[in-house]
């Protein structure tokens, strides 16, 4: 079955940096785009980053663009998300989602546990 299983968070200062990873299995990796989400307490949960299946197109909301990027390794069934000049508004879980499809365009369908990432001096 599908497994994702999130690695990589932690408390860091603000403006640090801290480089998540999704280790997949399960499913065939390469054929399918990926994203990380994120949810802080008693809000939402939002896409924060997406990756089209051959990694070639990503894309970003205007509150992480230029300070997160996503890259997968294909060979490694693993996608990242670096995150630098980390907020204290970036305080939450973490979350990576496996796409519907090859495009980063598709919806998500399954979803990891999450990991912690806390932003406080």
């Known amino acids: 079955q599908v497994q994702l299983v999130e690695s990589g968070g932690g408390l860091v200062q603000p403006g640090g940096s801290l480089r998540l990873s999704c280790a997949a299995s399960?499913?065939?990796?390469?054929?399918?785009?990926m994203s990380w989400y994120r949810q802080a307490p008693g809000k939402e949960r939002g896409r924060v980053a997406r990756i089209s299946a051959d990694g070639h197109t990503t894309g970003y909301p205007d509150s992480v663009k230029s300070r997160f990027t996503i890259t997968r390794d294909n060979p490694k069934n693993t996608v990242y998300l670096q995150m630098n000049s980390l907020k204290p508004e970036d305080t939450a879980l973490y979350f990576c989602?496996?796409?519907?499809?090859?495009?980063?365009?598709?919806?998500?369908?399954?979803w990891g546990q999450g990991t912690q990432v806390t932003v406080s001096s």
């Open positions: 989602a496996k796409g519907r499809g090859p495009s980063y365009l598709s919806g998500d369908d399954y």
């Open positions: 399960g499913f065939t990796f390469s054929a399918y785009a």
